[in-house]
């Protein structure tokens, strides 16, 4: 029998749905890759600056406290992170360094100072302060090393305070505990600069004090190599916390010297205790933007 006019209608409808099946399926294919490459796209935005964005390298990362610590006290065993012992100087590829703008600068940073800045490579490989107390002479350009000192502050009662880098004082040969001479500074050297004071505090890279009286003080030198205390007329009365401070970061006397603030007192160059180089790549750094604002 002959197909009729109904199934004649049946078999092109049927064909012609299937088209449009497979149409929507196509075109819900396409839309869900487009979502996905948008998604990918938004996620590397977020991962991945762009070329717009200006990354920064914050400082504290290129100083190895490994390294700090075997400069310290190579007889240390127990990890310690003697960064907050040193000041920091800047150094440019030509030699300028912020110690050489007096007017501004002249000094050295502190370590609570030096972890907040950046280097910014392209900002001219300068580093850089997003504060609005650290001078710009500060901001190095074409920075390319970093040195480090031994440095011990002297407080006063009122926090007010100023730095001595150790190599600057004039150093002794004194014997040390192996019985054997060792390079070494007085600690009435420390505080020469002030008087009237009745009670001196050391304070070591931990927070821990001692007490000492001026008479104390006067008899007392600090092993730079050791990193102790030793005092020749009070060592066989003296318990070893006493008469082997170690790792003094400030000494603090009980006076105010506001009224006259003593100058720093900056170690020459070629007697830093370390030095760091800034690496050519910063490949494997962390890195973050940063604004430069009217930089």
């Keep these: 029998m002959p197909p009729t006019g109904k199934a004649d209608g049946i078999i092109p409808s049927a064909s012609k749905y299937y088209m449009e099946v497979n149409t929507l399926k196509k075109y819900l294919v ?4 487009i979502v996905l490459l948008l998604g990918i796209s938004a996620c590397s935005e977020d991962d991945n600056p762009t070329e717009s964005q200006i990354l920064g390298y914050l400082l504290d990362q290129f100083i ?3 390294q700090v610590q075997e400069v310290t006290d190579p007889t240390e065993d127990d990890p310690s992170d003697f960064r907050n012992l040193y000041n920091f100087e800047i150094v440019a590829s030509d030699g300028y360094s912020p ?21 910014v490579p392209k900002n001219q490989n300068r580093t850089m302060f997003f504060d609005d107390i650290t001078p710009g002479a500060f901001e190095v350009k074409d920075a390319s090393s970093i040195r480090l000192y031994r440095r011990i502050i002297i407080a006063d009662n009122s926090e007010n305070t100023h730095y001595k880098e150790l190599q600057a004082l004039t150093i002794h040969e004194v014997t040390n505990w192996d019985d054997e001479l060792e390079a070494a500074i007085k ?3 420390l505080i020469g600069d002030h008087q009237n004071f009745t009670t001196i505090t050391l304070i070591g890279y931990d927070g821990y004090e001692m007490q000492y009286t001026p008479e104390e003080i006067a008899d007392g030198y600090y092993l730079l190599e050791s990193e102790r205390t030793t005092f020749p007329s009070y060592n066989d009365d003296w318990g070893g916390a006493k008469k082997k401070f170690k790792y003094i970061d400030r000494v603090k006397l009980d006076i105010d010297f506001s009224e006259s603030i003593p100058q720093y007192l900056n170690a020459d160059v070629e007697d830093a ?16 933007v940063v604004d430069l604002g009217d930089n």
Aim: aromatic share 18%.
């Design 64 to 66: 190895d406290s490994v």
């Design 273 to 288: 205790d370390i030095s760091f180089t800034f690496p050519s790549q910063y490949d494997g750094f962390d890195g973050q």
């Design 187 to 189: 600690l009435s050297d």
């Design 30 to 33: 396409m839309l869900l890759s």
């Design 99 to 119: 110690r050489t703008k007096v007017e501004t600068a002249g000094y050295d940073l502190d370590w609570n100072v030096f972890k907040t800045g950046y280097i």
